[in-house]
Structure formats: C-alpha cells, structure tokens
C-alpha cells in the first residue's frame, strides 16, 4: 500500500488525515485476515517515528525519509515524490526478489510512486484516488481555492497507468471513465465500509434488532459519558474543517432555526469535533468568528479529534449528523453516523448519496442554502416519529457497509490485476 501524504497511524479529523487514512487502516487490517501480508509506505513526518511499526498482524507501517521531518503541505508534496520513490524502491531491493505481488496507491501522489514502481518491479499497480481534483473544482466553496494543474496533469496519468482503479461509489467510476478517460472495464466499484463493532447503537450487546427505546436509552448512556445534558436538541458535525466540509453552513442553518423559534435557544446546542485541515489553518478561528457574529457562540462548542470509539459517543448522543459538504467522494462520517442509529441531514452530493438513502436514513438537502438545511433540521427536530423512524432506518443502511465486503471487493480487483483472463467480471 502506498499512502505518501498522510500516515495510517495518525488519528483522522485533523490536516491531511480523514476518510483515506481509515480506509486504508481498516482495509489493510482485513486483507490480513484474509491471508495477505500488507505494508504501508508513509512519508515520516517527524525523526522520532520507528522506521516500522507494526499496525495490526500481518500488517507492517513503513516511514519513508522523503523531505523535512514536518508536516508539509500537501501541495508542496510533489517536491518530495523522488526521494518518497527512490526510498520505496530501496527498501525493496532489501527483501528477496519478487517480495510484493502489487501495488494499492491511495490518493494521485502515491498514484506517482506506483507509476514507477510497478514498472521496476513488474508488478500491477491498483489505484484508488480518493478525491478527483476535476470533480472538486466543480463544486469549491467560497473561498477555497481550485486544485493547481499539476495535480490535475498527475491525476490523469496515474489514471492512464494503473493496471486497475477503484472508484467508491458508481458516480466515480462515470467521472473517472467520463472526465479522465479511463477505460471502463478498468473501473471497479467497491464501496468503503463501516467497523459495525465501534460504530452501533450503546449499550447492545452486537447484532440483534433494535427494539423500540434502544436508540433513545443509547443517546442518554453517550450523553452521560460526554458530561453532555440528558435533555436537549444536539445538532453534530464530525470531520476536518475546512470550506469543502462546510461547518459553517451548520451554524447558519442553527441561527435560522432560533429565529424562526427563539424558546429553542434553551434547549440547541451544535458540537463540532475535528481540527483545521488544508493551507489556510486560520479556519476553525473562523467558524468561532462565525459563531460569535451569528449570536450563538454560546450554542456551539468545539471538540478536538477524537478517536473512533468516543465518536461513536458523539454520534449517539446526536440528534441530527450534518454533513453539509460542497462534495465528498464517499463520506464516511455519514455511515458511521448511522451505524450509531443517528438519522443524517446531508448534502445531495457525491458519495453522499449512496451512503445516505433520502427519506429512509436520513435527510437529504439539494443545494448549499442554509434555509433549506435549517428546513430540514426543523422537520426532523419536531418530529419524534420521523426521527426514530430514520434512526431505524440509518442503522439498517449502514448494516449494509462492512468493510470486509469491502476487502473482498478489493481482492476480486486485486485477482483481475493480477490475472486479468481468469476473473470473471
Ligand atoms: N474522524 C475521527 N475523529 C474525528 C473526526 C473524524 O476519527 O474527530 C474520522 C471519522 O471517523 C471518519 C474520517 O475521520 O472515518 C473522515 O472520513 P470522511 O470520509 O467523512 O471525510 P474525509 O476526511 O475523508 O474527507
């Protein structure tokens, strides 16, 4: 596995670490048990890292020295693709030959690597991206600023090279085969998963249905451990704050739903979990700004990351999960979300909307107007019946996601690199 710009020990929700750092953990982890030895390649961001550490068994984390030990941003990351390579290819020639039968790049800049490495090593590189920059600029926030050219130049080669890409939901295959040419019976689609064990309603033993009471008895068990009032409306965004992930369309959405009613103010509150992510860190200054000029900074609070299974506190303890993001190649944190049995009022976008079944699970929202979130949030916060309904129902969706289903779609895509006559499609 190839993972150069952020490592899969670093904890998710902050800079460069989110969704691909948790897939990769967990995909790594399965593809273990399912006898494939894994190691990941990650740039060392500081000189303390070990040279490698073990992330679970049969898995084994590689720091590569490639660039200052710091974190650097990740546009400038391209300046550090030949040491990142060059140190791949050594560790390599270390082992016996033929070692590794394949390459996984995760994201275009290890897509780079596995371009030149699967060519030493003739090997099949298979590729996931992760997030396409072409798809990204169609839909930037105010004041995010557009992917630079080079990424979009790197992109489309690693997309002509790879031996086989996998996309994450349908509408991903469509824009890698419809935007970068890729060759369609070189797309898979194989969603991400969800870990169902950290990530289910409190309180329950695993598995079994939910009966009627669970969801609320489970709210009140997270809200206790979080020191969070047992009454009250809780409104949550989880993930790396940044204008694509558009916290601030949460805040807004929450001072429209006191001016429509002013008594809420005794009972809302909003909790944002996760740190500044992308160039400009000033951001999460701006949303406490933002907070503070909507009048309700008395309303918001702002938590670090947090590791997953206390953010499966902060999913129970919710009411309502707001994903209002301008795009998202998957989402995770709306699975997550409603694997805990917390309904998901989400933007209409991308992966979104494979995750989110509108009506069912969740909620969700056409457009970017914080009115119509607010609309949205007013429905499900008046309505009991409608909640518990969708809460029932975003438990069932989520079932569907596991991420062993997931590593069994990779391996099949693996098998087709690896043999492509052999495997039927
Ligand atoms: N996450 C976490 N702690 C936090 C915030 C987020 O572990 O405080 C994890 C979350 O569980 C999810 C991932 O970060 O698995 C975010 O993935 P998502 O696909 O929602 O967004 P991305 O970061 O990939 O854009």
């Given at each position: 596995m190839l993972s150069m710009h952020t490592s899969p020990l670093e904890q998710p929700g902050t800079g460069d670490a989110g969704g691909l750092n948790v897939y990769v953990v967990e995909l790594s982890r399965q593809l273990a048990r399912h006898g494939v030895e894994v190691e990941v390649f990650t740039r060392a961001?500081?000189?303390?890292?070990?040279?490698t550490a073990q992330l679970a068994p049969g898995v084994t984390v590689r720091h590569v020295d490639a660039g200052p030990f710091e974190e650097v941003r990740r546009e400038d990351l391209p300046a550090w693709l030949c040491a990142f390579t060059a140190d791949v290819l050594r560790t390599e020639a270390g082992h016996?030959?033929?070692?590794?039968d394949l390459i996984h790049s995760h994201y275009w800049l290890s897509g780079q690597v596995a371009r030149a490495a699967a060519r030493r090593w003739a090997v099949p590189f298979v590729h996931t991206s992760h997030t396409l920059a072409k798809v990204k600029n169609d839909a930037l926030a105010v004041g995010d600023r557009p992917e630079p050219a080079g990424r979009l130049h790197g992109e489309q080669e690693v997309v002509a090279d790879a031996t086989r890409l996998i996309a994450s939901t349908a509408e991903e295959r469509a824009h890698l085969i419809?935007?970068?040419?890729?060759?369609?019976?070189r797309v898979d689609v194989v969603a991400p998963g969800v870990d169902l064990t950290v990530f289910r309603?409190?309180?329950?033993?695993?598995?079994g249905p939910v009966r009627p009471g669970d969801i609320a008895a489970s709210r009140a068990r997270s809200r206790l451990r979080l020191g969070l009032e047992a009454d009250g409306e809780l409104l949550l965004f989880v993930g790396r704050i940044q204008p694509l992930k558009a916290p601030d369309i949460l805040l807004h959405a929450t001072a429209e739903l006191l001016r429509r009613d002013p008594s809420r103010r005794a009972r809302l509150s909003v909790a944002v979990v996760g740190g500044p992510s992308g160039a400009g860190l000033e951001q999460p200054d701006a949303l406490v700004k933002l907070a503070a000029d909507l009048g309700i900074s008395d309303l918001v609070r702002f938590q670090p990351p947090a590791p997953q299974p206390e953010l499966a506190h902060w999913y129970r303890a919710a009411d309502a999960v707001v994903v209002p993001s301008?795009?998202?190649?998957?989402?995770l944190v709306a699975l997550e979300a409603q694997a805990c049995g917390t309904p998901v009022v989400a933007a209409a976008v991308g992966g979104l909307r494979t995750a989110v079944a509108d009506g069912v699970s969740g909620l969700l929202v056409p457009g970017h107007d914080p009115l119509r979130y607010a609309d949205a949030l007013d429905r499900l916060l008046r309505q009991p019946r409608l909640r518990a309904r969708l809460a029932a129902g975003a438990i069932e969706r989520a079932a569907g996601f596991g991420w062993s289903a997931t590593a069994r779609g990779v391996l099949h895509s693996y098998q087709h690199a690896l043999h492509p006559t052999a495997v039927a499609v």
């Open positions: 961001v500081s000189s303390r890292v070990p040279a016996e030959p033929g070692w590794f419809g935007l970068y040419g890729a060759a369609p019976d309603p409190g309180g329950r033993g695993g598995g301008h795009s998202e190649s998957f989402g």
